[in-house]
Structures are given as structure tokens and as C-alpha cells.
């Protein structure tokens, strides 16, 4: 019977020596896992701006198309292209097809009546018709003058579309002069994003053809319609400050602050982890990784809202997070903060 208590309490310490021994063993291996390298990014209070970025062209508010008042021939032309009007300057002659008809006609008299008279020197009933058709020649020239052309506005020759000698019907087109003392921008906008603009709201333009130039404007109309193949709408900024150098035509590339939210929480979108039903990121506590279930809202620049999930001060894994699971060690390896946002040009 003694034989038997001392077996089985020798069973008993083998069992308890190994268990003790097994322990041993799982806590040295946990001990022994290799740190995680990763970067993290300290979560503060940032200034967020929602962004909408558009294309246009520049077009002149003032443009005037110069029609011919009257059939006639072109018989003078002083501008071209180009060429800088002021505001009644003569841009154009026109001789009417009747001053035409009436000052052949009289010129024709007067040459019938010399040729008469050559056949008949000293014949005085010719010498007198002959002078009275040289009164009636320079009635003509003088009752019946050309037609002038002038520029209604101040501006700048964008067309000219008749030559020297052309004959033209009345309210054919001319000329077209723009002005460049305001400048407008036309831009499409997508029926979804309309809806987040207003009369007054200023903006950035870039020109391609001013490389690092940033131009101001402001929202002058929304039109109303909206395009019903394209589903976009139209808006037209005014250019303000200086805007030299712009010419219509031009392609222009347009910023509008759409929404600007303060002091709130905003992480890089980086470590952002795209869950199936929902976001996540890590953060670094106590040298360990811990996922948290974020809410998150506006998405900008880089940088996502937070609402929920993190707060101020969390080391926040941007690097360095695939494959890594709650409870895992991991070791810093460089600490960062956002740096200043600086303003991008978009031209």
C-alpha cells in the first residue's frame, strides 16, 4: 500500500516538474519574438480644407462683332489683327454700291463730253454740257462719300475677315474686337459638385503658360441649366488684381475652398487600414501595437478626418502596419509629426 502512495506521488512531482518546465518554455519563446519596426505619426489638432479642383478657359466679358451697315466695297482697311482700337476709332471704309453707280456715271458723262469736244473744239453748246457734267461729277463725290467703320469699344483686333476690294452684303461681319479689362473664366462643373459653390466665393487660377503664377478670382454667376449630355453646369469667375499678360483662350486650371474644418483630429491617410465593414489603425502603447476602430470623415490632401476612434496624442503607426496584430511587440523607429502644409500650385 505504501508502495503504491510513493509511485503515485512520484507520478504527481514528474507531471508538476514538466508543467512548470512547459511554462517556462512558452514564456521564453513570447519573450524572445523580435520587435516590429514601424514609424508613427503623433495625432494633434490640424485645419483641414476641402478641395475643388476644375479646368476653364479665359474669355473677355466684352466682345463686339462689327457688321457692314450697307452693301459696298471694302475700299480701305487700317487694322488687322492685333492691332489695339479705341473706342470710335475707324477700322474700316465702305463705298456703297450706289455712290459706286452715281460717281461712274457722272464720270462717264464728263469723259463722253470731252471726247465730243475733242471732235468738235470750239463748239459751244458742248463746252457747256461738258462743264456742267464736271459740276455733276464733283456733286457726286462730294453728296455721295464712303461709309466709315468704327470700334464701339476700346480693345484689342481679335478678327478681321474682309481684304481690301472685297465686296460685301449689308450686316456681313467685319471685325471682332475684345477688351482685356475684364477677363472672365468659364469651368464646367459636374452637377454633384455645383451644389457646394456660391455667388462671391474666391478662388485660385493657374495658366499653364504662367508656370508658378497664382491668379485670384471670384464667382460671379451660376448659371442655372445644367448640360443634360455632360450633367455639368457652368460657372464664370472674374479675374481680380492683376491679370496681365492673359490672353481669351487660354486654359486655365481652377481651386475653390469648399469647406474648411478647425481644430480637429486628422491622421495621414496612410495608416489607414481598410477593413471589410469598417477603418482601423494601429497605435503604439506601452511598446505593443493596438488596433483601433475608427470613424472618420473628411479625406483631403493626404490627411483624414477623425471623429472617432483616437485621440490627441496617439502615436498612430503609418509604417510598418501590414501583418501586424493586436498585442504585438514593436519598437519606434522614428517618431514624426505632420509637417506645415504648404500650398501646392495646381498649374
Not at 459696298?72 to 465702305?94: C, F, H, Q, T, Y
Not at 456742267?132 to 467703320?149: G, I, N, P
Not at 481669351?248 to 481651386?255: D, H, I, L, N
Amino acid at each position: 500500500m505504501n508502495r503504491k502512495i510513493s509511485i503515485i506521488f512520484l507520478l504527481l512531482l514528474a507531471w508538476l516538474n514538466y508543467s512548470c518546465e512547459s511554462k517556462g518554455t512558452v514564456q521564453t519563446q513570447s519573450e524572445g519574438v523580435k520587435p516590429k519596426m514601424v514609424k508613427v505619426h503623433v495625432a494633434k489638432n490640424e485645419t483641414l480644407r476641402e478641395k475643388l479642383l476644375l479646368t476653364g478657359t479665359v474669355r473677355a466679358e466684352n466682345v463686339a462683332t462689327i457688321l457692314s451697315a450697307e452693301e459696298g466695297k471694302i475700299s480701305r482697311l487700317p487694322v488687322r489683327e492685333g492691332d489695339e482700337v479705341d473706342s470710335n476709332s475707324v477700322v474700316a471704309m465702305i463705298s456703297p454700291l450706289l455712290r459706286e453707280d452715281i460717281i461712274n456715271a457722272a464720270r462717264s458723262a464728263v469723259q463722253i463730253k470731252e471726247a465730243e469736244l475733242k471732235k468738235n473744239p470750239g463748239n459751244a453748246k458742248i463746252s457747256n454740257e461738258l462743264a456742267q457734267a464736271r459740276e455733276d461729277y464733283r456733286f457726286s463725290l462730294k453728296q455721295y462719300k464712303e461709309k466709315t467703320v468704327v470700334s464701339p469699344l476700346k480693345g484689342v483686333v481679335s478678327q478681321r475677315l474682309v481684304d481690301p476690294g472685297d465686296m460685301v452684303p449689308a450686316k456681313t461681319k467685319l471685325f471682332e474686337v475684345l477688351s482685356k479689362e475684364k477677363l472672365l473664366v468659364d469651368v464646367p462643373v459636374s452637377e454633384m459638385d455645383i451644389a457646394k459653390l456660391t455667388r462671391g466665393q474666391k478662388s485660385e487660377i493657374w495658366i499653364d503658360a504662367f508656370p508658378g503664377r497664382a491668379f485670384q478670382g471670384v464667382l460671379r454667376r451660376i448659371h442655372p441649366g445644367i448640360n443634360t449630355t455632360t450633367r455639368h453646369g457652368l460657372v464664370e469667375i472674374e479675374l481680380t488684381g492683376d491679370f496681365s499678360g492673359l490672353n481669351p483662350g487660354m486654359f486655365a486650371r481652377v481651386r475653390f475652398i469648399t469647406r474648411t474644418l478647425e481644430d480637429i483630429i486628422a491622421i495621414p491617410t496612410e495608416a489607414i487600414i481598410e477593413r471589410p465593414d469598417h477603418k482601423a489603425c494601429f497605435i503604439v502603447r506601452d511598446g505593443r501595437a493596438e488596433e483601433k476602430i475608427l470613424e472618420t470623415g473628411l479625406e483631403t490632401g493626404g490627411s483624414i478626418e477623425i471623429i472617432s476612434g483616437i485621440s490627441r496624442g496617439d502615436a498612430i503607426v503609418i509604417e510598418g502596419q501590414q501583418q501586424l496584430k493586436t498585442g504585438a511587440p514593436v519598437k519606434i523607429q522614428a517618431e514624426r509629426t505632420a509637417p506645415a502644409k504648404t500650398e501646392r500650385s495646381e498649374g
